[in-house]
């Protein structure tokens, strides 16, 4: 089946330790996302990649950080400077428009999220 | 930055009533995606609309976008136990990127 797989479902960091969520589509999406929610609040913008080898900070990038060797690939790895870590990560996946602009259709899949916690 | 407000930010229905959820933005909607998020899970697309007027429905969910209120609202008609969940709308920027709302929490009664 098509679909975005994250992993692990649930994570747990020790301080001062730096951790990998991972993230796999086989859409064959050019476009990946990471999204931040914390408890009763909507999704907060982490990093984006529109091509392979290249990505875009977000809103809320520092502390974080992100590859994109693959297509089908695009891992966030929590940063200890990251300090306060403990939320639910979404990652999603889009066929980014090549123009039209905001009104252009851009319908973003998204993971079954990763919940990481602070032991 | 664009900001979206949803109202209510909790619902309790009992099954079979209708329910509106509404989405507000602080700037120019140029259009706006809604989702369904289950609890701790990921979400799931509903609809999009691109243009000032436009009404899509899918099943018993229906979703409209008033450009110059800047507004779009989700109905749901005769509520079922299956609609409860999270409801988030999205709205793109200028560079196509999502700003979400807080979320709309929906319960419903059976």
């Known amino acids: 089946d098509g679909g975005i797989t994250q992993s692990p479902k649930y994570l747990f960091r020790k301080e001062g330790q730096n951790v990998t969520l991972s993230c796999e589509q086989n859409?064959?999406?050019?476009?990946m996302y990471w999204y931040r929610q914390d408890p009763g609040q909507g999704l907060r913008l982490i990093y984006y990649?529109?091509?392979?080898?290249?990505?875009q900070k977000g809103d809320i990038a520092e502390g974080y950080s992100v590859s994109r060797e693959k297509k089908e690939s695009f891992p966030l790895t929590v940063t200890s400077a990251q300090k306060n870590p403990t939320a639910f990560y979404l990652c999603?996946?889009?066929?980014?428009?090549?123009?039209?602009?905001?009104?252009?259709?851009?319908?973003?899949?998204f993971g079954a999220g990763t919940r990481l916690s602070v032991l | 930055s664009q900001e979206l407000e949803q109202s209510p930010q909790s619902l309790i229905v009992q099954e079979g009533k209708n329910l509106t959820i509404n989405c507000t933005s602080s700037?120019?909607?140029?259009?706006l995606y809604w989702y369904k998020q289950k609890y701790g899970e990921g979400l799931i697309f509903l609809m999009m609309?691109?243009?000032?007027?436009e009404e899509k429905s899918h099943e018993k969910i229906t979703a409209k976008l008033d450009e110059k209120k800047q507004q779009s609202s989700l109905h749901i008609t005769a509520s079922q136990p299956s609609h409860a969940g999270i409801y988030l709308c999205?709205?793109?920027?200028?560079?196509?990127?999502?700003?979400f709302g807080g979320g709309t929490r929906l319960m419903v009664k059976p």
């Open positions: 999205g709205a793109p920027n200028a560079g196509n990127m999502l700003t």
């Open positions: 609309l691109q243009k000032g007027g």
């Open positions: 990649s529109q091509i392979v080898n290249d990505f």
């Open positions: 999603a996946s889009s066929i980014f428009p090549a123009a039209g602009g905001p009104r252009a259709k851009n319908i973003q899949y």
């Open positions: 700037k120019t909607l140029y259009g």
């Open positions: 859409l064959n999406h050019d476009a």
